[in-house]
DNA sequence: CCTACCGATCGGTAGG
DNA sequence: CCTACCGATCGGTAGG
């Protein structure tokens, strides 16, 4: 009984999880109160805490998650023997999939970590930051191999992570456009911007 | 002294409303309290309010002050007797001008706006809809003369448009390059992207 | 998982 | 522009 229940409570919290990204993602982390969370998952506010420490926990554990997910990738990434370019490409499809598949947590994890508290928040900032140059790097060895324009390549790193995350309002709106497509198109744009 | 008191009023809400961008943008609409704004004013909470109807009209004020900057610039650029590619990127580097110069506002109205109230929400909405319908004209009649690659025009704005936002991190950093040399990067990239 | 409730904070008003 | 204050709502707890 003691397993049944420990597996019951873990996917009650994903379940929880699943819909306070939702709704971080639909009203904000400040604007979405925990009677909101309480009334999509189907019990009163004062239960959840059964299950949870405190709204802040609910929005690191989205946060990092996502957070796992990137630095795994890179890590990956960066371990295979192909040409910068051909690496930033994966990487770019890989962050174009995530907004398509993952795209409430993501998009939490973009646009409300800033609502983070200590010490969570200052090591979601340093990751991110560390994420980010390790992305730069892989760009600045295509500029020296010749295969990649000669441009800042921080700035490139922020326009190309920030365009992604752009896909929001693709997703929120009619989808004229299947997901493949979308991905080709933003691949064409930002790789074609900056292929040498 | 009826022409001084509104000379005096008018520059009053004026100071306001930069602080409120600043607010805003820091710490979130939501987040930031009529209180954290009397503050930075300098005065006490219920002061505010001889110079403002309440917290949503800050918001408003703010997001359509940017709208119908961009509508009009969008206007003047159609009307100019230049290639389509030229005025995408005429229309990128007002974009990137607007981000650098006034970062606080350009910022609110492009993460708060989903805080207006009605029916300045639908409105703003309208007229977001309609700007990025006009710039993704201008892409599909550069496809069309084959200066521009065959791409969807409302994934290309949409990533453009989110791109330059994205500057925001490099605005709060140390700012290693010059605003002219960002300017110059995104150019590089997302025209260089375009262009066939 | 619920009822009952807490102290804190919110946007905003009355009245001067 | 301030003091004093309002009703509503917030995150969270006690106790069962």
Redesign the pocket.
């Known amino acids: 009984m003691g397993r049944i229940k420990t597996i019951d409570n873990t996917s ?1 919290k994903d379940f929880i999880l699943k819909k306070a990204s939702s709704l971080f993602r639909e009203k904000g982390f400040k604007s ?5 969370l309480a009334e999509v998952v189907g ?5 959840l ?2 299950h949870i420490k ?3 926990e609910l929005l690191h554990e989205i946060c990092f998650k996502v957070a796992n997910r990137y630095n795994e990738k890179i890590e990956q990434i960066e371990a295979e023997d192909i040409s910068p370019l051909d690496k930033v490409e994966k990487l770019l499809r890989f962050h174009i999939q995530g907004m398509v598949q993952q795209f409430e947590e993501v998009y939490v994890s973009d646009r409300e970590w800033k609502y983070l508290s200590e010490p969570y928040l200052s090591n979601f900032h340093t990751q991110r930051k560390n994420y980010r140059k390790r992305f730069a790097s892989i760009i600045d060895a295509g500029i020296q191999k010749k295969e990649i324009k000669r441009v800042d390549a921080s700035t490139a790193v922020l326009i190309m992570l920030h365009a992604i995350s752009g896909i929001e309002s693709w997703h929120r709106s009619k989808q004229k456009i299947s997901g493949k497509e979308l991905e080709e198109n933003i691949i064409v744009i930002l790789v074609g911007g900056l292929k040498k």
């Open positions: 009650r979405a109160s925990m009677r909101d019990v009163e506010a004062a239960s805490y059964n405190n709204k802040n």
